[in-house]
């Protein structure tokens, strides 16, 4: 079964056109790896299937149309640079959203233990260190316990221990049947995720299993792959 | 009720943001107290004439003040990537700007209360009408600024030109008003394009207690129609928010 679903997907910014009709199909339970350099259109992606981009062409999520307001409790995102408030403590802001999301006080502290924040639910969010702030974000994402999560560059700028924590995480919430789509520049992140969307341009190279790309490509690295791939479809 | 609660939550969000921001608040209370007191000294020779301006200048100084805190704390909303955030929550895009104002109001109504009364208490402000009419004024006057400040984030993309919108939006507003000089006698064109403006009327009502013992039928339509230019604010500011680019 299959998560998130787009044909012929379309998108323009202006007068510029930043995807050019891609098919894609993300499956449900499944940690997805949206890979591609800086520019190849993964943000802009990320935000149509969000509801937050406009988009020609079909993109269902959850069997929806992406940006039915249906699907808004269901969707959890995580924006590139985390978009919390520098200004109100931990708690506060988790509290916050979790009033807008409808979501309980205990389980929004429950939220902050699962991101390791607790100890500094107290602390001003502009006093915390890059990866805490990116933290604090997933927190927010993780409220309410949503089917996907699109996460845009979630483990940038973490150290290597707690970057291997959340994806731990990650594996967990696949088990529980949650779709993850995880976005990177990096290359050996993808070795972490079972399924790869290679995205170069606003096209998309490749959407299938790790294990597939690896055997086609005969590579080793899924950065290795990525290079093969280009040099078969140029 | 999601609505309610969220407007709620978000209100009371933006009263802790602030609250963490002890200069700010300090500069929203004491600033229009400071300058009234400024303008009873530069007129301590002549009571007249500060009873004549100091209500209408109580009134532009709030308003202006709560205009320029609205516009840029809304304008961080939107560029710091919360806004997008909430947009792909369940929350209205009413929700967030009642939110806003509902805060600012609190806060506004706080500074009107604490100006007014200094003005007339301490620096002895002497009107013909009911103090509670100036008190009211007031309080109107800073509900637009917070309003307008809420519309105007949306046609800024930076804070510095939020900034500008001060000389470029306010400014005339404040010339053609009636502040300087009567509506009667300005020139045809100006005369008809005050009367679109919003704080004309929040000016001729703090003039119109200044000289009438009565609130007059003219004063009430002055509130009623800065009531609707607030709520008129209000509902194209929430047009302005985009859940989708």
Redesign the interface.
């Known amino acids: 079964m299959n998560a998130i679903t787009a044909q012929k997907l379309i998108v323009q910014k202006g007068k510029t056109e930043i995807l050019h009709g891609l098919d894609m199909a993300i499956q449900t339970g499944t940690i997805t790896g949206l890979i591609g350099p800086s520019g190849s259109g993964k943000t802009t992606l990320m935000r149509t299937i969000v509801g937050v981009q406009r988009h020609q062409g079909n993109l269902s999520v959850l069997d929806q149309p992406a940006g039915k307001a249906s699907l808004r409790p269901r969707i959890g995102y995580v924006t590139q640079s985390p978009a919390v408030y520098n200004d109100l403590t931990v708690r506060q802001n988790i509290h916050y959203f979790a009033r807008v999301a409808g979501v309980s006080v205990r389980e929004a502290d429950e939220v902050i233990l699962k991101v390791h924040l607790d100890g500094k639910q107290n602390q001003l969010v502009q006093s915390l260190s890059g990866g805490q702030r990116a933290r604090v974000s997933l927190a927010v994402a993780l409220l309410g316990n949503p089917d996907v999560l699109i996460l845009d560059e979630p483990t940038v700028g973490l150290d290597p221990i707690l970057r291997n924590e959340l994806w731990a995480q990650f594996g967990e919430l696949a088990a529980q049947g949650k779709t993850l789509l995880v976005s990177s520049h990096v290359m050996d992140e993808a070795e972490r995720c079972d399924e790869i969307v290679l995205i170069r341009e606003g096209k998309i190279l490749w959407n299938d299993s790790r294990q597939m790309l690896l055997e086609k490509t005969k590579a080793t690295t899924v950065g290795d792959a990525f290079v093969a791939m280009i040099g078969g479809a140029a | 009720m999601?609505h309610l609660?969220?407007t709620t939550?978000?209100a009371?969000?933006i009263l802790?943001?602030l609250s963490?921001?002890k200069r700010t608040i300090a500069l929203m209370f004491l600033a229009p107290t400071v300058l009234m007191s400024l303008l009873a000294w530069v007129f301590s020779n002549n009571d007249r004439m500060f009873n004549a301006i100091a209500p209408a200048l109580l009134g532009v100084f709030q308003f202006v003040i709560m205009f320029l805190i609205t516009s840029i704390t809304t304008l961080r909303e939107r560029t710091?990537?919360?806004l997008?955030?909430?947009?792909?929550?369940?929350?209205s895009k009413a929700d967030i700007i009642i939110g806003y104002a509902l805060a600012f109001g609190v806060f506004g109504i706080i500074q009107s209360v604490i100006t007014s009364s200094v003005a007339i208490y301490w620096l002895g402000m002497d009107v013909a009408g009911p103090q509670w009419f100036v008190i009211m004024v007031a309080i109107a006057d800073t509900l637009l600024g917070v309003a307008l400040g809420l519309l105007a984030s949306a046609f800024a993309r930076t804070e510095f030109q939020a900034v500008q919108f001060m000389p470029a939006f306010i400014f005339p507003q404040l010339i053609v008003c009636g502040l300087f000089v009567p509506l009667s006698q300005l020139p045809d064109a100006l005369n008809t394009a005050a009367y679109w403006l919003p704080l004309t009327y929040a000016v001729d009502a703090l003039n119109g207690v200044v000289t009438n013992a009565d609130i007059t039928g003219d004063m009430w339509r002055d509130i009623w129609v800065v009531v609707c230019f607030i709520l008129a604010s209000l509902a194209f500011a929430s047009l302005t928010l985009r859940?989708?680019?």
């Open positions: 999601y609660r969220a939550a978000t009371g969000r802790q943001q963490h921001d710091g990537g919360t997008e955030r909430l947009m792909t929550m369940r929350i859940r989708r680019s």
